[in-house]
């Protein structure tokens, strides 16, 4: 169900009349009225003719028998009341509908997004927080949607650090990474083994040589890493409520077999620029410090690929092979040179036809409480599952049931991740983020653990809604705008539309429940009421689940 679009196709036809011509309605939700347009405003001023006048002439042409009251408001707004009728028997159909009046896209896409991306052989850290979260709300908004979706973990598991890993997994023994049960530790200690000792360094630099030509003990020694990782890293996600599986894995490793080919094509296509024994495209319209064209390099002086080589094989597969249509990437924001390049590069080489679309979705940093980088005391940047743990052991103040504090620990680091615009740094403050009053996950889930226990206590009703008090009122029509919120999720990739929708939603309810009476109301009201409560619970449970926090019963 969606307002906006009703009252806009009442409106429609009359601008259409007056305007002699088709005029987009721009229905909006305002403080001023239920829904408001401004439609008429730029249309006066191209016909010449007096705002409030041509307002009131729409007016008089609308068809809103049964459905909504128009009067005109201050320079020539329209100021839309919906009837009360119209609302409940809307909330009533919604209450009926297991999509919660969401209706599925009809213009549905496969979608591909690439998030989390960690690099193996180190462990996930806040840095990769933002991707993973970030990342897996965009995808189950995206299929909810009814879009196909394909996720993408492109986690970095190739490349030279692997020289040192893998000889230093041999002088520590297989178990000496699941002893250190921390990769971080494991990746030091190969780090401090290369630092330390040039006969370490000369033994790495060969293996990188072996493990590049396809040696079969280094390859399987390889795969002893990466396996050791991907274990850590799904249960880190599983943890986490993160959507991601074994199957959505496609790290680097998986698009070195494409790289030639991919080199051949830029070249056939007159792309690649020798520069100092390097491969190059220099894309148009991008300029370095020095005000020279800027390169992408596809394949390095000493013969190797590179990151940007390995995306632009991805990127090419991603719509040749796996028939995407558009193309989302996670990222933070200080790759973005690095993605505007990439898409440039792939659209010269025609790898991104009409109607395919690719778009860098990053995002800003986690400050701490000073203001800085988020890090450690030590100074080292923060393992993700301390802060899991330190989150948990806090949730449970509230409440000590291992899942409950679980899921409020995790949903309360997950929403303050969400609930800003997404571009913006935040800063990482445990206080605020736990607060059971204000923008948060803990306040949201409180909200539904209550809803929870009234209906719990209520019995068996009918549901079937009717509107008697404001706050009712004002509820229900918050209620009917989760579509409008979903898509715009969907539309423009910030998940904080979303928070912020539930959490206005969370607070239209608790004003509802401090002046409306619901267990105790007379008959009819009671059954109203519950109704409103119930499509409450309802909606904050999915709302929540797109943004993959959980909603536990009790708090
Ligand atoms: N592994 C990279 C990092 O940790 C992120 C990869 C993002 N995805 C991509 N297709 N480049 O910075």
Known sequence: ???????????????????????????????????????????????NRSPRDLAAEVVARADLAGIATADVSGPGFLNLTVADELIAS??????????????????????????????????????????????????????????????ANHVGDWGTAFGMLIEHLLDVGATGISQAGDLTAFYQAARAEF???????TRARLRVVRLQAGDR??????????????????????????????????????????????????????????????????PEGFTGRDGGPLPLIVRKSDGGFGYAATDLAALRHRVRD????????????????????????AAEAGWLPEGVTAEH?????????????????SGDSVKLSAVLDEAVARASALNPAPEIAAAVGTGAIKYADLAGDRMSDYVFDWDRMLALTGNTGPYLQYAYARIRSILDRAGQFRPAVRIGHPAERA???????FEPAVESVAATLEPHRLAGYLYGLGSLFTAFYEQCPVLKA????????????????RTLRRGLDLLGIATPAKL
């Open 90 to 151: 809307a909330l009533d159909d919604v209450t009926a509908d297991a999509r919660l009046g969401v209706a599925q896209t009809k213009e549905p896409r496969t979608v591909v997004v690439d998030y989390s991306a960690p690099n193996i052989a180190k462990e996930l850290t806040v840095g990769h927080l933002r991707s993973t979260v970030i990342g897996d709300a965009l995808a189950r908004t995206l299929e909810w949607r009814g879009h196909d979706v394909v996720r």
């Open 195 to 201: 630092d330390g000792s040039e006969e370490f360094r």
């Open 361 to 377: 979705v990053a995002f800003g940093s986690i400050l701490g409480t000073d203001g800085k980088m988020f890090r450690s005391r």
């Open 475 to 481: 509820l229900a029509l918050q209620l009917l705008a």
């Open 322 to 345: 796996l028939g995407a249509t558009r193309l989302l990437y996670v990222v933070g924001a200080p790759q973005r040179t690095h993605f505007r390049m990439v898409y440039a590069v």
């Open 217 to 282: 003990e280094t390859l399987a020694l390889w795969r002893t890493l990466v396996a050791e990782s991907q274990r850590y890293l799904l249960e880190a996600y599983e943890r986490l409520g993160v959507t991601l599986t074994a199957a959505d894995f496609a790290g680097e490793s998986s698009y070195q077999g494409m790289l030639a080919s991919v080199v051949d094509e830029l070249d056939a296509k007159g792309l690649l620029v020798e520069s100092d024994g390097a491969l190059c495209v220099f």
């Open 1 to 47: 169900m969606n307002l906006e679009a009703l009252l806009s196709a009442r409106l429609a036809p009359a601008l259409a009349e007056v305007a002699q011509a088709i005029v987009d309605p721009a229905v909006r939700r305002s403080q001023h009225a239920d829904f408001q347009s401004g439609a008429v405003l730029p249309l006066a001023r191209r016909l």
């Open 522 to 537: 007379a008959e009819g009201v009671r059954e109203s009421r519950l109704s409103l409560c119930l499509l409450t619970g």
